[in-house]
T-cell receptor, first 114, second 113 residues
Framework: KAGVTQTPRYLIKTRGQQVTLSCSPI?????VSWYQQTPGQGLQFLFE???????NKGNFPGRFSGRQFSNSRSEMNVSTLELGDSALYLC?????????????FGPGTRLTVL | KNQVEQSPQSLIILEGKNCTLQ??????????LRWYKQDTGRGPVSLTI???SENTKSNGRYTATLDADTKQSSLHITASQLSDSASYIC????????????WGAGTKLIIKP
């Protein structure tokens, strides 16, 4: 079974631009969660989608948004990029939700904002 | 406030030695506790997941313990190998009106030959 894939793996943007990251979960998994990880920080939860609906949301500004498609693939969008958005963005998939279920993480997208 | 604290922040040991990583949490109501291993620049990989009623769980050379009364967990690594060099993250889940996962900052473990 193929694992979680994220594209692109690396991205360089400038302040003020917007970016879209993509995540394809493991086949059969219906839940996708997104996390931000900065150096020295724990993973910060962004949001979770299940069957195309946002089920849970972390404490991030509205510049961070996401969506999930009918095939469970998910995208995350960040508008008006700031220097502080530079981070590793991780996507995790699970069968029916991160609560009580094992999450499988992708390799991440390394975003650098200049 | 729900929090997960891990110690030590970093640890260096020689190959072949054992080590124990600590996780203390103030999370309520507690649902389950997970340990993840994260190699540099990669996504975390699940090692164990324990519910309230489980005291210990093993995954190869990794053994996690949970004391729900004192709200402490530990991850013991036996006969360390160079490939064990990674960050180890403790995650506690809580369920109230909604659920949340509270992530610790991790312990960075370095194994030296």
């Amino acid at each position: 079974k193929a694992g979680v894939t994220q594209t692109p793996r690396y991205l360089i943007k400038t302040r003020g631009q917007q970016v879209t990251l993509s995540c394809s979960p493991i086949s059969g998994h219906r839940s996708v969660s997104w996390y931000q990880q900065t150096p020295g920080q724990g993973l910060q939860f962004l949001f979770e989608y299940f069957s195309e609906t946002q089920r849970n949301k972390g404490n991030f500004p509205g510049r961070f948004s996401g969506r999930q498609f009918s095939n469970s693939r998910s995208e995350m969008n960040v508008s008006t990029l700031e220097l502080g958005d530079s981070a590793l963005y991780l996507c995790a998939s699970s069968l029916s939700g991160s609560y009580g279920n094992e999450q499988f993480f992708g390799p991440g997208t390394r975003l650098t904002v200049l | 406030k729900n929090q997960v604290e891990q110690s030590p922040q970093s640890l260096i040991i020689l190959e072949g030695k054992n080590c124990t990583l600590q996780c203390n949490y103030t999370v309520s109501p507690f649902s389950n506790l997970r340990w993840y291993k994260q190699d540099t620049g990669r996504g975390p990989v699940s090692l164990t997941i324990m519910t309230f009623s489980e005291n210990t769980k093993s995954n190869g050379r990794y053994t996690a313990t949970l004391d729900a009364d004192t709200k402490q967990s530990s991850l013991h690594i036996t006969a360390s190998q160079l490939s064990d060099s990674a960050s180890y993250i403790c995650v506690v889940s809580a369920y109230d009106s909604n659920y949340q996962l509270i992530w610790g900052a991790g312990t960075k473990l370095i194994i030296k030959p």
